[in-house]
């Protein structure tokens, strides 16, 4: 049997175990953390098509679902020049759904497949044409991904407990480096982080709003950074707002009051700031890329591999892509098709186009929106009327960020 060590119990370590096993690897996952402290953040990921997909085959769907905020529209509001764009299930495309497999990944990657949450429902997300995303708190996903682990015959939890290093002669033929963007795997392997910092930084809190639908996303493009709006469920909204970094300190130091002020100034008229539900916290952000994704037996995945600028909200959605394209190769070679020391190096290529695409549509959409260059006003406006005239355009454009920029060749 096939053995791996996966490096990191986020979500995206999480998953990769899960996925291994489900394909017959024995797999042993460690962290620092123990479990209370993993299920600590206090954030809501943005799910696209992709990552619904995966969680499908991995058996996740159904028991996750309730804890779903489905969103069945999206607001694209640029500012700066007063344009709007509205996305809805309808831009989704029909039939899209039973052919979606992650990158890399057809359909159904592991024939014969065993362990926890064993083979996709087929009853599960394929065919939900409800949503164009679905918003999803950490806590309650890393319950299930944890709850999952631990009833997986085929995984070892080593949590609370300092990690082995994972240095060269590791005895271990496969490592999943899923530590996070300070990756001490990506580090002690030598492997080079390409990293450009934004002038941004990102602020996420959660308040009550008055006058917002609770089915619908909004994605601000406002001059000082993107500002997206989710919904939680009832009036209860996660934002992610993103500004120069000095700006969104002045704003973590507010009271409540003084918060909501600010914030109502920011939001379009129609959506009210009620109440503060947590505290705000300001994040930096940044664009990288680990070069190259594997040496040796360690394939990085997730934050370890790649950041990208939150808006879209594509980061998390990423890294499970990387799951899902790894699980594929190791289901070849459970499978006897793919030698085992082949895997890192197909892993490497097979990645680099989705994640090279997403990091650059994210950076052009900050670098285009988040600014107050008039020059930019004109080519900003046509792109949106272009947008709002042309349905196959916001189709492609949905697709490119529910499924990665790279599965439009195949629409
Ligand atoms: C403000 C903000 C909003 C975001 N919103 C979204 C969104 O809406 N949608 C979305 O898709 N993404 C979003 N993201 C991105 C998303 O949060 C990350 O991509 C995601 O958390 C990465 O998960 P991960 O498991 O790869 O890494 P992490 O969550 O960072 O987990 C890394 C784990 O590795 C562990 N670790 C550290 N060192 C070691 C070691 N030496 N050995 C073993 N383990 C170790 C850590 O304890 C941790 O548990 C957002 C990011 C930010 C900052």
Redesign the pocket.
Known sequence: MSQARV?????????AALALAQVGWEVQL????DAN??LR?Q??????HS?AALLDRLGLWQAIKPQLVPFSSLELWDQGTGRQSHFSVADLGRGRRRRLGPLGAPADPGAGAKGPGSGGSGAGSGGDQSAVGW?LQ?GPLMELLLQQLQASPLVTLQLGQ??PS?GAGDPVPLVVG????????RQAAGIAWLERTYGQA???VQVRLGGARADQAWELLRPEGPF?V?PLGGDAF?L?WSAPARRLRQLESLDAAAFLDQLAGALPDQLQPEALLDQP?A???AVALAWPLARGPLVL?????H??H?VG????????RDVACLQHLAARVSAGRLAPERLAAAYRWRRWPDLLATLLATDLLVRLFSNRQRLLLPLRRLALDLLNGSPLLRRLSLAAMTDGPCRLWRR
Do not use: E, F, K, M
């Not at 490096?7 to 998953?15: D, E, Q």
């Not at 460690?30 to 953390?33: G, K, Q, V, Y």
């Not at 996070?180 to 795997?185: F, L, R």
């Not at 594509?314 to 499970?320: F, R, T, V």
């Open positions: 490096h990191g119990a986020g979500p995206t370590g999480c998953l460690c962290d620092p953390l402290q993993l953040r954030r809501a990921y943005a799910l696209t990552s918003i950490h300092p990690a994972p899923a530590d996070g963007s300070q990756s001490a795997s990102c602020l996420t997206a989710l996660q992610v916290r994040y930096p952000v995945v997730g934050d370890s591999a950041r990208c939150p909200g594509q980061g998390l959605n990423l890294g499970w």
